[in-house]
């Protein structure tokens, strides 16, 4: 049995658990300061979901973005992350429809998210959950990149 929670305040082991889930989601993810795991906390913007099993270890965590735009209040999923040892036990599907349930009771008018097409189990469940896969392109800003590109 998972249960799923909004953490709302930085503990030991909510560090150690997204020490250990991170990597888990991306080999260049660094470590969550307390710092950074607080400012997340006290967000009205950010909601931190943890799924803890029955025996109240972390298994699993996302982060809800929810913020207003002149078209209405949207929603973002990111950073999905479950533990691999108990992936398929219904602790991913749990932390999405917490998430879905949490985005619409804040007003949100549409939730997006994006997964890499590898993350083949992932996409599975989000079309399971009613998330409809959009033609959209993705674009991203690296701050490292090119100064020249920055300059044209």
């Given amino acids: 049995m998972v249960q799923v929670t909004e953490l709302t305040r930085v503990t030991p082991d909510a560090l150690d658990a997204l020490a250990r889930l991170l990597p888990q989601l991306s080999s260049s993810a660094e470590p969550v300061s307390p710092d950074e795991l607080e400012e997340m906390v006290r967000s009205d913007a950010s909601h931190v979901l943890i799924a803890t099993d029955a025996d109240g270890h972390i298994v699993g965590s996302m982060t809800l973005v929810v913020f207003r735009i ?3 209040v949207r ?16 602790a991913g599907e749990a932390l999405n429809r917490a998430a879905i349930d949490l985005a619409y009771s804040l007003g ?10 590898s993350r083949v189990a992932a996409n599975r469940l989000y079309q399971k959950l009613g998330f409809e896969e959009r033609e959209t392109n993705i674009y991203r800003h690296n701050p490292d990149a090119d100064a020249t590109t920055r300059d044209a």
């Fill in 108 to 117: 949100a008018r549409t939730i997006d998210l994006t997964s890499r097409p």
């Fill in 70 to 72: 002149p078209t209405g």
């Fill in 75 to 90: 929603a973002w999923i990111e950073d999905v992350v479950v533990d691999e040892a108990v992936r398929g036990t219904g």
